[in-house]
């Protein structure tokens, strides 16, 4: 196993694992150790990063990308300035803003202050301490994944009478994602390694297309057969029967339910629903929020028109014509017949919701 | 209007309506013109066919298509073919084997030869009564067009109390792949002319786009206010109340008004079911098949994967991965709120159906 560690570089017993894995300590080579996302699906480049000025470059430039991944690079930034600090004989001061530099690699991305934050304040107990936390870190997403992924398979095979489950998922919510592990995608793990998993058709996901490169991605490197398809196909495919099951993953879930994701997880949502198969929500504890009541009080962020109106710079829409980009959709808890957390399932469109759990 | 037939070359009255004529006869020049649609929407090139090599070429580059469209470039194949044979000294066996050329410039679009097949039984009274034939077909197509828009404006008009309305459609059932005036763009067309159109949201439509390269073209073209979004973001700008109703074409309406569209379509009747705002299907009456009963007897054409798993040659998904890439769906009755044809308009969800029209 190299989830969370990397104890040798080239006797890896479990390589395919070990392609999944989005971000992890290489205690042989003393560095933080990371699978280039820009590369993929056509490489599956690892990189081994020494500084922070090497560990900011790769956030930046989406090397690592996901939350959770985030928060885990955030964290492993402070193992890697405080070495950094030790090799090169600097100062507290610089070693600090090495740290900041981290900090701040992307703005937005608040898990990547969030890891930092968690380590930091045991800089005072030496370079092992923090190391050890950074590692808990990561463990501690590791468990969560697998236990919602675990709680989630029991829900379905409890009330779907196949030998083995179609399922059907919307972009990317798998172990590039997180600690190497994944939500939506880990659901489909846990079935495959139960032997109960027979076909996933990934939508592609436009704009950004996460579900071809990535989720086909893992799909791949797990061994588990797939099919990838344009979103629009959803509906029918849902809709003629060739799914039992959709699962997909959440950026926010409102208290009563109502969850963000990526838009097109409503038409899922739509389809499920006439089709009487269920809809899985699995994503950790910590996407809900239960300081927001139901889904008019998410913000949908839009985005820039180009990712839609051109395609490797060319245009393919006339000059003049403008996108309409917003990047999530919110399903009405009513459509959403479970959530898969670490902490227990709830059932929003039978009326169980987050703020049972808590 | 440059509608069916040109006039002249330079003096076009109505510019924009002529960017829009797929296919017409042009009476200066003697020949065919084509917009060539390879080109779209960067440029909007007129071609002049005289020989029925280049109108064969066109046809396989797809310079001209769409069911319509083709049945139009048969007919005036047979007069290009009777010019050129004047023109060339050829005897009537080398004539009639350029008009098999045409007839057969690609083999599954039925159409195509329906069209030589409409005006090759006038050769014996003249070149004159084939060209006059060849133009009745396109002003027929014309007048049907016409009239199903109306109707279906007509419809929308009497029950959405809104002085201009918000649409949403999805591929290209417009003035490109018809004789000049289109189906579903039609109706925004004629409430565009009544000055009740706000707003067009234009689905990409993918694997090939028709919804970015040609919805998009003809709107600019035609002064509609529109943008364009990813498929999947249709049933959140549904259900956001964003827009007042959708409008599609179809491939094929079963006789219980079933209708078979570009895949992406059923999530559309979904999402509009989910928030009570009416489909429209707009499409002439030869689009009806009353021989096939219900959706069940509609076969979905699948095609290849390499339209969704490359782009500009490039993979967009992993080596090995395979697609699953049905081109059309069929939604069922319940959820067609109207059919407009030429013949008058049937509410399937409240039961009148195609049949109601024989």
């Keep these: 196993m190299c989830l969370g560690v990397f104890v040798t570089n080239d006797q890896r017993p479990d390589r395919t694992a070990c392609d999944l894995v989005p971000i992890a300590w290489d205690e042989v080579a003393g560095a933080v150790r990371l699978l280039d996302q820009t590369a993929l699906p056509g490489r599956a480049d690892q990189r081994l990063v020494r500084s922070t000025a090497d560990l900011v470059q790769a956030i930046a430039e989406l090397a690592v990308r996901g939350a959770p991944s985030l928060g885990i690079a955030g964290a492993l930034g402070v193992v890697v300035a405080v070495d950094e600090a030790a090799r090169e004989g600097w100062d507290e001061a610089r070693r600090d803003a090495a740290i900041d530099a981290v900090r701040g690699a992307r703005p937005t991305a608040v898990n990547l202050a969030w890891g930092v934050d968690q380590v930091r304040p045991l800089l005072g107990q030496g370079r092992d301490a923090v190391l050890a936390a950074a590692l808990a870190l990561t463990e501690d997403n590791l468990a969560a994944n697998r236990e919602l992924s675990r709680r989630a398979a029991d829900w379905l095979l409890e009330r779907i009478d196949r030998p083995r489950?179609?399922?059907?998922?919307?972009?990317?919510?798998?172990?590039?994602?997180?600690?190497?592990?994944?939500?939506?995608?880990?659901?489909?793990?846990?079935?495959?390694?139960?032997?109960?998993?027979?076909?996933?058709?990934?939508?592609?996901?436009?704009?950004?297309?996460?579900?071809?490169?990535?989720?086909?991605?893992?799909?791949?490197?797990?061994?588990?057969?797939?099919v990838v398809q344009v979103d629009s196909a959803a509906s029918s495919t849902i809709l003629r029967g060739l799914v039992d099951f959709a699962v997909v993953g959440a950026d926010r879930i409102a208290a009563n339910g109502d969850t963000a994701n990526k838009v097109g997880t409503l038409?899922?949502?739509?389809?499920?629903?006439?089709?009487?198969?269920?809809?899985?929500?699995?994503?950790?504890?910590?996407?809900v929020d239960l300081s927001t009541a139901d889904g008019s009080g998410i913000v949908v962020e839009q985005r820039g028109s180009q990712e839609i109106l051109q395609w490797a710079g060319e245009r393919t829409a006339p000059e003049g014509t403008q996108g309409f980009n917003p990047a999530f959709d919110v399903t009405p808890s009513r459509w959403v017949s479970v959530i898969a957390t670490e902490r227990g399932v709830v059932e929003p469109a039978h009326g169980t919701t987050p703020r049972d759990l808590a």
Excluded: F
Excluded at 270 to 285: K, Q
């Design 165 to 226: 489950l179609r399922a059907i998922t919307h972009c990317n919510a798998g172990a590039l994602a997180t600690a190497g592990w994944g939500t939506a995608l880990g659901v489909l793990r846990d079935l495959h390694e139960r032997g109960r998993l027979e076909l996933v058709y990934a939508d592609e996901t436009r704009p950004l297309l996460q579900g071809a490169r990535l989720t086909a991605y893992e799909l791949a490197a797990l061994g588990i057969p797939h």
């Design 267 to 287: 038409g899922l949502a739509l389809a499920c629903d006439a089709a009487g198969i269920p809809l899985v929500v699995a994503a950790p504890w910590s996407t």
